[in-house]
């Protein structure tokens, strides 16, 4: 096999260690799925991306892996190779990318960072106490997505930033439901909404900073809000802050991106 090229490349960041790291390995051809499943799981990131050359509608096909699935849609890591394309590429405005469960995702330029062009992921009120208990919340109301959609996500409204900020799970009860986990309430500071994630079923306990999520979240707050744009930050350990705005049926995502390795993977 021959060696890959690997870039990792901190996602919805403005200087290293913030946001999300996503691990970008453009290939040539489609390698074998156990092979790419290993290289994630050898990469130890919450996500690595893969892409190739596409005709079409598209101009690369793109699938992500955390280090045990792969997954239907990554925001943090489609918004990594576009920057990895767009950098070297100043002759491009923008890139498309066709996926296999998502549809296709587009990287744009926007001032200094990007927009990143999701489908968003609709939720509806719903009764789960199993996974309130799960995540040790005292309160909360809980969202979840239909059946279809990209991932299965629920969205658990919190009544203020510092519950969202001290919400301590049982990660093995919330494997168990099967779900990707947003806590999230109002800040009280300089964004408009906090939230964190939750995703132990696919290998990652909490994700630094996760654009999937923010699928949801935007059409979810751009409803409570009452406006169509608002600022977001996840409050993670490494934390990261994203520029929400919806547009019709999808999610655009604003960030910005710091490259920080880059290397040759040696396969066997």
Not at 20 to 47: C, G, H, K, T
Not at 56 to 64: I, K, N, P, S, V
Not at 151 to 159: F, G, K, W
Request: glycine share 8%; with cysteine.
């Amino acid at each position: 096999m021959p060696d890959i090229r690997i870039v990792q490349i901190d996602a919805f960041a403005s200087r290293p260690f913030e946001g999300n790291p996503a691990a970008v390995m453009p290939l040539d051809s489609w390698l074998d799925d156990d092979v790419l499943q290993r290289i994630a799981e050898e990469n130890n990131l919450s996500e690595t991306a893969h892409f190739l050359p596409a005709e079409g509608d598209a101009d690369y096909e793109l699938r992500w892996f955390t280090p045990t699935a792969e997954v239907a849609m990554c925001g943090h890591a489609t918004l990594a190779s576009g920057h990895l394309l767009l950098s070297e590429n100043p002759q491009m405005d923008k890139v498309r990318f066709r996926t296999r469960k998502a549809g296709i995702l587009e990287v744009r330029r926007a001032g200094d960072g990007y927009e990143l062009d999701l489908p968003i992921t609709p939720v509806e009120a719903i009764d789960r106490s199993d996974l309130i208990a799960a995540l040790g919340t005292p309160d909360g109301e809980v969202f979840l997505s239909s059946v279809g959609r990209a991932e299965d996500t629920a969205i658990i409204l919190l009544p203020d930033a510092d519950a969202v900020r001290s919400c301590s799970p049982d990660f093995k009860a919330l494997a168990d439901t099967h779900l990707m986990a947003i806590v999230t309430a109002q800040d009280g500071g300089d964004q408009d909404v906090v939230s964190r994630v939750f995703v132990p079923d696919w290998g990652i306990d909490e994700d630094p900073v996760t654009g999937s999520a923010h699928a949801a979240l935007t059409p979810f707050w751009a409803e409570r809000l009452g406006r169509e744009s608002f600022s977001a930050f996840q409050a993670s350990a490494r934390g990261g802050r994203i520029e929400c705005r919806l547009d019709g049926d999808r999610a655009v995502l604003g960030g910005r991106c710091v490259t920080v390795i880059e290397g040759v993977f040696r396969l066997p």
